[in-house]
């Protein structure tokens, strides 16, 4: 057999046994495990209520009030008071748009943005603009964050309190069940997650 025959044989031996290998053993292997192991998470970390998904825990989401004209693309949503509400995305929580606004500390726009976000929540809050925290001004690197600090979780308490009709207390109490530490147990700083508070506060009876 010619030599440059052989060779390319040889070659696609190999190409047949690695894609036999890694294209199908090895993510069939490494599928099989994480079903096993934590298939919650492995399948998206879905969040369901009433038996419908609602989300996924590691992806923010918006909770505003639905548009008075869905057509209206000028007009701007505006939140609904009876939900904790996330910090800014760059991207609306688009998770086809994932990404940060790009806008350095220098930024005119940025600085522009921050105000005008405090002014907004404080007043919807009805707080102190000086008491907002960070987190409630700028948007995460991901655009997708489904945590808020502690400090904004219990910021919004009496709004979400008097607009549920539901004691301030038990609030309170749902904020610290779904506060995440940090990760590894020293990076950041400790999480709301807003996903798993909405939904737990909406299925208060």
């Not at 994480?34 to 989300?55: H, M, P, R, Y």
């Not at 005008?116 to 987190?135: H, K, L, S, Y």
């Amino acid at each position: 057999m010619p030599t440059f025959l052989r060779t390319h044989l040889t070659a696609l031996r190999m190409l047949l046994v690695m894609t036999v290998i890694l294209g199908l053993a090895y993510p069939l292997l490494v599928t099989g495990i994480s079903q096993l192991a934590f298939a919650d998470k492995a399948n998206g970390s879905i969040v369901t209520s009433d038996g419908k998904e609602i989300g996924s825990s590691l992806l923010g989401q918006n909770y505003d009030l639905p548009k008075k004209d869905p057509n209206n693309a000028d007009e701007q949503a505006q939140p609904d008071p009876k939900f904790f509400q996330p910090r800014p995305s760059a991207g609306s929580y688009d998770p086809k748009t994932s990404g940060a606004s790009n806008l350095g500390p220098n930024s005119a726009d940025l600085l522009k943005a921050v105000q005008e976000r405090r002014a907004a929540i404080a007043a919807f809050d009805g707080v102190d603009p000086a008491t907002v925290p960070p987190d409630a001004l700028t948007a995460s690197g991901s655009g997708l964050d489904p945590h808020i600090s502690v400090a904004y979780a219990k910021e919004q308490v009496d709004r979400v309190a008097r607009e549920r009709g539901l004691p301030a207390e038990k609030l309170n109490q749902l904020i610290e069940k779904y506060t995440d530490g940090r990760s590894l147990g020293f990076l950041g700083q400790d999480g709301v997650n807003v996903v798993l508070l909405n939904k737990a506060i909406s299925e208060q009876r």
